[in-house]
């Protein structure tokens, strides 16, 4: 009678559409159980088109049946969380859209999503980023563009771009240092109209910089936008560790697959050639080992990104071909073949 692990180790073959990464891995595996040959499975999904579980439910089908000593399958997809939504329908145009997400601010959330988006540009691929940090954007000064989007016939924002990458932030559309004083509601209408309202056109990747933290507007958002898949930015110590996993499981919530880790200010290397580790070493990539999730990279603490970010010129453009810009296009090209 084979065992519960071979028919795990057997679901491992089965992919979720559109990704090189297992559904067991997903976490969409949620009961086991084996009986005189007999296999009962439940997997568990939130929203999603009904074509993705059902094709899911066949192949995992076709996987358990492969296993030695297997007579029955019974293969149950259950839809757990908020139904889709409207917006939740497909954005014509744009292939892929990720999240960049932080459990708490300070971790360079935002200067990741900027390198990131110019690391894919640099690539070879169309990017836009939209900047949904409604309270505090900061996108438009890292990426050295302030302009008011112009509009189509249709009365669509037409997003301002600059090297390579289309953008759309709430910055773009307030006066100066003008505070955002908003209730939850409101900012979730400005966000689907960044995304219903805006002329993005042809995209291979739209990068969504989330508000730091994992309280209900961002959720709320997961649950809106039709996400392909998460990246979480921490930085090495236990303390943004600690809510990174609260990151995670925000979208584990939702169903969004997380596509992997990046930890920023990794370490410091002095003018001597002292590597000095200010916030310990190491602590992204164990913390990805251990929720079984890719390490996507890690960012030294590099002054030429500090200085990037407040001139307006991403490191991943200015410094291309050398460490501070390497590092963010070396996490490109990983993201990349997360996302096939």
Not at 97 to 112: D, N
Not at 113 to 137: E, Q, R, T
Request: hydrophobic fraction near 40%.
């Amino acid at each position: 009678m084979p065992s519960e692990q071979e028919i795990t180790n057997a679901l491992k073959n089965v992919k979720y559409p559109g990704y090189s990464r297992d559904i067991v891995s997903f976490g969409l595996v949620k009961e086991v159980a084996v009986g005189n040959g007999a296999v009962n499975v439940v997997l568990e999904l939130s929203g999603g088109k009904p074509e993705v579980a059902e094709q899911l439910k066949t192949e995992s089908e076709r996987a358990i049946r492969g296993v030695p000593g297997v007579s029955k399958v019974f293969v149950q997809v259950r839809h757990q969380g908020a139904a889709p939504t409207q917006q939740q329908n497909r954005l014509p145009g744009i292939k892929r859209i990720v999240a960049v997400a932080s459990g708490k601010g300070g971790v360079g959330k935002s200067t990741a999503s900027v390198n990131l988006a110019c690391g894919l540009a640099h690539l070879g691929a169309s990017v836009g980023l939209l900047d949904c940090d409604i309270y505090g954007p900061s996108i438009p000064l890292m990426m050295g563009i302030n302009q008011k989007p112009t509009l189509t016939d249709e009365g669509k924002m037409i997003p301002p771009s600059n090297y390579g990458v289309k953008l759309m932030s709430i910055g773009f559309l307030i006066e100066g240092d003008q505070p955002v004083i908003w209730r939850g509601p409101m900012i979730m209408k400005t966000i689907q109209q960044f995304f219903g309202a805006v002329e993005w056109g042809e995209l291979d990747y739209l990068l969504v910089d989330l508000p730091p933290g994992t309280g209900d507007a961002q959720l709320s958002l997961c649950q809106t936008v039709p996400l392909d898949g998460g990246v979480i930015v921490t930085t090495p110590q236990e303390a943004s560790l600690g809510v990174v996993r609260k990151g995670i499981a925000m979208f584990q919530k939702v169903n969004v697959p997380i596509l992997g880790i990046i930890e920023n200010m990794s370490y410091f290397t002095t003018p001597t050639g002292e590597r000095v580790e200010i916030f310990g070493h190491g602590g992204g990539r164990a913390e990805a080992e251990r929720q079984n999730v890719r390490f996507l990279g890690e960012v030294p603490l590099f002054t030429e990104i500090r200085e990037g970010g407040d001139e307006g010129i991403p490191v991943a453009i200015s410094k291309a071909d050398q460490p501070p810009g390497q590092a963010f296009i070396n996490i490109a090209s990983n993201l990349k073949q997360e996302l096939p």
